[in-house]
Structures are given as C-alpha cells and as structure tokens.
C-alpha cells in the first residue's frame, strides 16, 4: 500500500469516527488544521509529510473529550496499516503529546511534526474561528456564557484559563507569525464581550 492510499484510508476513518463529534470538533477542524500545518511546513526544512499528515488527521481521535474512557480507537486502527511496528509506535507517540492537556501535563522534546501540528491545532482554536469553536463546544454542552450555577464551566472562564494564552504557547516561527492577528482578533472580541456584559458599551 502506497503512503497516498494509507492517508486516503486514514481519512476515511477519521471522516467517519468524527461524523457524530459536536461542530466544534467536526472533520472540518482536521481540515483547516491540515492547511495550518502546510502553511508551517512550507517554510520549514526536513518536515516528513506523511507522518505530519497522519499526526494531524488523528489528533483528536482519542481526545478525552470526544471519544469513550480509555478509547484505544487511534492504536487499533494503526495496526491495520501496513506500516513498521517503529513507525506506527511513532505515529501513536506523536498523536498523544499534541494535546494541550499532554503539553502542560509533561513538557517534553517532541519531534518538529508534533510541534507543527500542535501550532496548526491551537491556530485554529484562536482568531474569529476559535470564538466560533469555543461557543459551539459550550453551547453543545449547555455551558452559559459568563456567570451560571458553575463559574468554571462557561465560555468566558475557557478564554481566560486557556484560549487567551495560547498564543504564546506556539513555537514555529511561521506558526507564531500566523497566531498574531488571530489573537489580537480574539483578545479584541473578549475585552468587548467583558464590556458589553458590564453594560459598558
Ligand atoms: P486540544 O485538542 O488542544 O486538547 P481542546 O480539544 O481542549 O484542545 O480544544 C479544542 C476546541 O474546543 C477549542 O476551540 C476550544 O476552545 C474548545 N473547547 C475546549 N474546552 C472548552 C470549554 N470548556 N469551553 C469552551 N470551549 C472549549
Ligand atoms: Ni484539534
């Protein structure tokens, strides 16, 4: 099996497995990921395609959030791939430290494809679309918008614990250059969100 026919099986799979996800983690996110990472990758030397690909196309296929308590949906679909047992423990590896939990949980040297796809997943969590995401995953979920029986669990509380932040978490030089009107969009829509909310504006 050639890589091209392994990448069309693997979205196949992914299309499939994230058909029931909320729209805020729907194949569309995998998507605009994809073409933040080759927007990374093109200015870089050394990326190996395939991997990051195969690293973008998975990444939230085991997510906590989206799939079942101890899902193991990313390893079993590797071992139907033809690919070498170190190669497939790579992909497996590079999946998990993508997410931002595994980030703050455990810094650690992660290959430049991790570190591609990561910039391209957090990239697209900030800007006009990340406002979009952070407010279909809380209206899915029936999360308020500020205030409610639990402070914690509202989609203002996620923009100061997380999304504010993000940005300085990337580490690719294309990646940081593309993050920076994103977060300018989004701090600029939070500090009218927080005004409008206080009757300020
Ligand atoms: P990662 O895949 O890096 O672990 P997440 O899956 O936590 O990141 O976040 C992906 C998307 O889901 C982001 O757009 C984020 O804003 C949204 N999201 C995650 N948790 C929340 C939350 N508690 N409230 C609102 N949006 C959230
Ligand atoms: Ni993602």
């Not at 279909?136 to 509380?157: Q, V």
């Not at 969009?185 to 005004?195: G, V």
Request: glycine share 6%; net charge negative; charged share 30%.
């Amino acid at each position: 099996m050639k890589n091209e026919e392994i990448l069309q099986k693997t979205r196949t799979f992914v299309e499939t497995c994230m058909s029931g996800n909320d729209p805020s983690h729907d194949f569309s996110h995998v998507r605009r990921v994809f073409d933040n990472a080759v927007r990374i990758a093109d200015t870089m030397t050394g990326c190996d395609r395939f991997y990051l690909e195969m690293l973008v196309l998975l990444h939230d296929i085991d997510d906590r959030k989206l799939a079942a308590a101890g899902a193991h949906r990313v390893d079993d679909f590797l071992e139907t791939l033809p690919l070498s047992p170190s190669y497939r423990q790579r992909i497996s590896e590079g999946v998990r430290q993508i997410s931002y939990h595994a980030y703050t949980q455990k810094p650690q040297r992660v290959d430049l494809e991790v570190a591609i796809a990561r910039d391209a997943d957090w990239l697209d969590a900030i800007g006009a679309i990340g406002v979009a995401r952070a407010f279909l995953y809380s209206g899915a979920r029936g999360h308020a918008i500020y205030g409610g029986p639990d402070e914690t669990a509202t989609t203002l509380h996620h923009f100061e614990e997380k999304l504010l932040g993000l940005s300085r978490c990337l580490v690719t030089e294309q990646g940081k250059r593309m993050a920076e009107e994103r977060q300018a969009y989004l701090y600029a829509f939070y500090q009218r969100l927080c005004a409008e909310i206080k009757g300020e504006r």
